[in-house]
């Protein structure tokens, strides 16, 4: 994406700190005080400081640290004598790795949500090795679904839209354009023509995105147009090409995600057990920013100090999943 100066960034201190105010919820957990520290196993983006401060626990991105390591680690964090982790973040980079680059429904996808379920297998064992079970409360979620792009859905906007008018990020699924001075309205028109003509993606404004996505107020999309494939397609990147070295067009098949979340193969999963929750539920889908909010309340967290903003999540859908009423502050 693009930064304030419409410079590109990814993964930078400053993709994660659009708004000084805003923390994560292991910082949030450890203000709170009452003996509480967090520990975060390679979480995107919590290898930054936030406010000055970084959680008790902390691992930094490391890919070749085995998964079973990940989690033999977090158990440590929370039985530690002096500090022990009442709030853990575990995160994987799978499927999603896999899935991107072989497409859903893959021989290697498949063989790497076998591996995926094994390992679960052994974090609920580890759990009930060391007698955490009936104490702790356990959520396990993805962050979004995955859709399929064969080759014959690849957008190229080179051949429609003369590329001197404007810069460019790709994102597969998304492009941010920045048109060159005075060029606006130009290019604008031509990506929403282009757009109406193809049908295969849309163009927006940044007064024009829909207001449940939650980013029109950014200042990081002043004087950018939005453009968002349609569930499916995808934008071409130097991402493509790696895959097409190794496969045909034919035969080309890779995941993708970032489409309109009201789409079902946007869904997520999302599994919880514990104290705090209902036995042998299945819930009404909710949306997964809720899941901020679910977390503060199983946590029992204090609202937010004057120099923190609450996140844009709310425990109306999500109330559902409580063995008490949300009114009930949970210990």
Known sequence: ????????????????HYDEAVVPIWIQNENDGDGRYSGVMMWPGSWFPYQGKKPTFVEDNNNTMPWTSRIDKTILWIKDKKNPANLVFLHFNEPDHTAHFYGIGSKETNETLAKVDKTIKYLLDQIKKENLDTKMNLIILSDHGMDTVTYDRIIYLDKYISNTTYTSIYSGSSVFVKPN??????????????????????????????????????????????????????????????????????????????????????HAVFMASGPAFKKNFTARPFDIIDVHSLISHVLNLKVPAANHKQPNSNMIEVEQLLLLPKSTPFV
Do not use: C
């Open 181 to 266: 001075p005075g060029q606006f309205d130009e290019v604008y028109k031509n990506l929403k023509n282009t757009a109406i003509s193809l049908g295969t993606f849309d163009v927006y404004k940044k007064e024009e995105i829909p207001d449940r996505w939650h980013m029109k107020n950014t200042t990081r999309l002043t004087g950018i147009i939005y453009l968002l494939a349609k569930p499916g397609y995808e934008f071409w990147s130097d991402y493509i090409q790696r895959i097409l070295d190794k496969s045909t067009k034919e035969n080309f098949r890779m995941g993708m995600h970032g489409y309109d979340n009201v789409d079902p193969q946007m």
């Open 1 to 16: 994406m693009f930064d304030r100066d419409h410079r590109t960034m990814y993964k930078t201190y400053e993709q994660f």
